[in-house]
């Protein structure tokens, strides 16, 4: 862009003189230019910094600025979330010798607050072959949550997405895990690592007692039954 002088001449030949020079002045203007900023999707509190694009028309690059410092800043194409609200981000390109400046394109998206997970501290207790519920809880976050286990459980213990841990264990023991949960924004909390501790169950043996009258002949045990283990009885005369 600028202004281009043209200069006519006419050098003339044996019979005619050169022509007087004529010029011209061309102004070329500056060629207007766009901005593509795509939406942004959004974000939980504590969920980290992440980057961010756009591009514009002329291939000058764009600049980003924020518009609420308040709830999130922006260090070249770096966004730092900073507190739970709208962020607006804005995009610019200032143009240079060629191109004009862009119209600025604004961007907006949600900050969730902070997600948070309590670590269990009641309930780790359990009995073998009986029932057994725990649930987890976290808070904040956006949308629903939902929990995953990593570590052991008890076999016959599992935990819904909804963070209930539940079922019948199968063996005794001590077992040891962390929860995660999972916001809609894909934004986590883990507890910190805990324990179940699930204790033998209790058996009894209940006998169905006879009335015996000597014979000087051997005689089998009483009828045996048990209650609390599926073992079988056994028994040895004293």
Known sequence: AGSCVIQYNQAGNAGISAAPQVTETLTISKDSQSITFGSLSNRTLGSGTYSISASSSS???????????????VASTTITLVAAGTCTINANQAGDSNYLAATQVQQSFTV???????????????????????????????????????GSLPAGVTISSGGVISGTPSTAGDFDLTVTATDANNATATTSS?????????????????????????LGPDSATTSGSTGAVTYAYA
């Open 59 to 73: 291939s000058l690059t764009v600049a980003f600025t924020t518009a609420t410092a308040s709830i999130c800043t």
């Open 112 to 150: 969730a607050t902070a997600i948070t997970i309590t670590t269990p501290t009641t309930g780790l207790s359990g009995t073998f072959n009986t029932a057994y519920s725990l649930t987890v809880s976290a808070s904040g976050g956006s949308g629903s949550k939902t929990f995953a286990a990593t």
């Open 194 to 218: 805990f324990r179940i501790s699930i204790a033998k169950g209790v058996s009894s043996i209940s006998l169905s007692v006879g009335t015996y009258t000597y014979t000087g002949s051997g």
